[in-house]
């Protein structure tokens, strides 16, 4: 499993998919991430957000590059790409989101 | 954690298990090896329960399948393993042989190896849009056929294909008749002898409540098959060829006994609760569960719908929501309703061309006796938020 940079993501996995053509991805962050860290993913993309879930749901997808998406309190999420590479992705991220920021 | 789950992927694997095979388990796992299995001395395994090997597993198994000769229960490591034995042990070489597109990948990999080695001609029945394979093509196709494979219930759509009149058909045309019953094993009553069955490949850990890694086939005595394998049968072993003798000639090496046990703990559970009780608990739940979820607008629904008959439906079915794709319903149920159901093709990609959901394939629910109406309630709960969101 590749290891990154300190940051929100520190690890991705890719994850085999019974659908042949998606690239698919499982990132572990350095903690369970908060409703503050899911919000400023908002600069990202398309953030959406549903806190009435009995686990809030966020969905977070950048228009021909990714969607990220996962749920609130998980060490890690599902990333798909469409297209890019998936350690610049993971560096995307975590240069946005700056877990110490909190 | 478990105990929150609500877990409908029992066509993947059934969870849970019943007490009584957990019990068969810990007694077989506790005693030494010799006293498990042939040769050995017990009477009683360590649960106390009565004392197993894999001869008395066979008799279970042809009583339970209406069988005549238990030495013909070949135990492998599931179908899988059971279908690539029959297939390249089975075939002559220059065969046309018969199966259909709701097939697994189990049976269509290994036909599609032998087309490609230049072995066989390969035909691949249709079905229509609830999974049921076309009966007059197929009894027109199997003509000249060596062999004819197919899936008793489809692991997609759940449905139950009438096999007597598919083995009528093969038995005209002079084809073995090769019976997939993954699904249907411990599931729906099957019986080899009145539904003309030549070849029955079941797996262990669906409907017979067994573990992972066990299952069989049955091999009617007029048949030979060579083996996969070969190797250490614990007798003949003087040998330095493969003995001919049933079952071990296909069981080289030490049999999963586990696993074995496991199936015959779930068949006589079966037996105690009743088949046709069990049945029909699925049956009511996969009912309750269709009915609540054609309420939800966006949803488009792959199930079998019975009507004569020769149309049945097992406990399983495949839905999507529109707008969004399997794999990210199946998230959102997983992730935020803590609800097992399956994304994708189900290892059966053919079916999808019928049913319009290729490449993507459908979310898929698949039911147990040990689920309840308030698990069909959260499923449909949790069906109808992701929807919204679609
Ligand atoms: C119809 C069908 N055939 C074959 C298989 C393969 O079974 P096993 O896991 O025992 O190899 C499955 C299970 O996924 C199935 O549903």
């Known amino acids: 499993m590749p290891q990154l940079e300190e940051g929100l993501i520190t690890s991705w996995r890719k994850r085999s998919s019974c659908v042949s053509k998606a690239k698919m991805y499982e990132l572990t962050y350095a903690f369970p991430i908060t409703p503050w860290l899911i919000r400023a993913l908002d600069q990202l993309g398309t953030l959406e957000y549903f806190p009435e879930f009995p686990r809030p749901f966020y969905r977070l997808t950048v228009r021909d590059s990714f969607q990220l998406k996962g749920v609130e309190g998980a060490p890690s999420a599902r990333l798909i790409i469409f297209r890019g590479e998936v350690d610049a992705i993971c560096r995307k991220i975590g240069k946005y989101i700056d877990p110490d920021a909190e | 954690m478990s105990q929150s789950i609500i877990y409908l992927n029992n066509a993947a694997t059934s969870w849970p298990k019943p007490e009584a095979v957990l019990r ?146 093969a038995r005209k045309a002079g084809a073995v008749f090769v019976v997939d019953a993954s699904q249907s094993a411990g599931v729906v009553p099957v019986d080899i002898t009145r539904q003309g069955i030549d070849v029955l490949v079941f797996t262990g850990h669906k409907g017979l409540f067994g573990i992972q890694g066990s299952g069989g086939f049955y091999l009617s005595p007029h048949l030979e098959c060579r083996p996969l394998k070969v190797g250490g049968t614990g007798v003949y072993s003087s040998l330095e060829e493969q003995p001919d003798e049933y079952p071990i000639r296909l069981e080289a090496g030490t049999r999963g006994l586990p696993g074995i046990i496991s199936m015959e703990a779930g068949i006589q559970w079966i037996h105690r609760e009743g088949q046709a009780v069990l049945a029909g608990r699925v049956d009511r739940l996969r009912r309750r569960a269709l009915e609540e979820l054609g309420r939800i607008p966006g949803l488009q629904i792959f199930a079998a719908a019975p009507g004569d008959s020769d149309r049945k439906a097992a406990g399983l079915f495949s839905f999507l929501i529109k707008g969004q794709s399997p794999e990210e319903t199946v998230f959102i149920l997983q992730e935020s309703f803590d609800i097992r159901v399956r994304a994708g093709l189900h290892c059966a990609p053919r079916i999808h061309r019928a049913l319009g959901t290729w490449p993507e394939g459908t979310v898929r629910v698949s039911f147990s006796p040990f689920n309840t109406d308030s698990d069909v309630d959260k499923l449909v709960q949790a069906v109808a938020a992701a929807e919204e969101i679609a």
């Open chain 2, 24 to 169: 068969r388990l810990e007694g077989v796992l506790q005693a030494p090896p010799g006293l498990q299995e042939r040769g050995g001395t017990a009477k009683a395994d360590a649960s106390g329960g009565p004392y197993t090997d894999p001869d008395t597993c066979r008799r279970t198994l042809a009583d339970f399948f209406g069988a005549a000769v238990p030495d013909r229960f070949i135990f492998t490591s599931g179908a899988t393993e059971s279908l690539n034995t029959i297939l390249f042990g089975m075939i002559p070489a220059g065969s046309r042989i018969v199966s259909t597109v709701i097939e697994h990948n189990s049976v269509l990999r290994p036909l599609r190896l032998l087309e490609k080695r230049g072995l066989i001609e390969l035909v691949l029945i249709g079905c229509d849009r609830e999974g049921y394979v076309d009966k007059e093509a197929f009894a027109a196709e199997v003509e000249g056929c060596s062999m004819a494979v197919v899936n008793h219930i489809s692991n997609v759509t759940g449905a139950i294909q009438p096999l007597k009149e598919f083995s009528a058909a």
